[in-house]
């Protein structure tokens, strides 16, 4: 078994989607009409993506997602080179964080858009 996709609500799915084929190298595979009158974009590789959710309807700010039952703490991203994609996100404005070094990998986070977190993992070959 593997982990297809997680879905989010972000406030500009297509805005969200832009940056992470950035930062990441991922592409659009999907945009549309969503639940309840919403919109979506599909935005990953071809083994897995992130659902970026619009709802029809007003959005509320978090809360502190890691004291909240069911809240996202991070998203993991498993690289080739850590560095240029580090390089990557600080050219586009994102300070990357709580850099680590212990088995399996290497590792830092940063707050991505829409305030996630993501946590940038490297494994050696």
Request: contains cysteine; aromatic residues 12%; hydrophobic residues 35%.
């Amino acid at each position: 078994m593997k982990l297809e996709h997680m879905n989010i609500t972000v406030p500009n799915p297509d805005d969200s989607a832009a940056i992470l084929c950035k930062l990441f190298g991922w592409h659009v595979r999907w945009a549309g009409e969503a639940k309840d009158n919403g919109y979506t974009v599909h935005v990953g590789d071809d083994d897995s993506y992130l659902a970026l959710y619009r709802p029809d309807k007003p959005l509320t700010p978090r809360g502190d997602h890691y004291a909240m039952i069911a809240g996202l703490n991070h998203v993991g991203v498993v690289v080739d080179d850590i560095n240029a994609t580090e390089a990557r996100i600080k050219a586009a404005g994102y300070t990357p964080h709580s850099h680590a070094d212990y088995e399996p990998g290497t590792r830092f986070y940063f707050d991505g858009p829409d305030q996630i977190e993501f946590e940038v993992v490297h494994y050696p070959a």
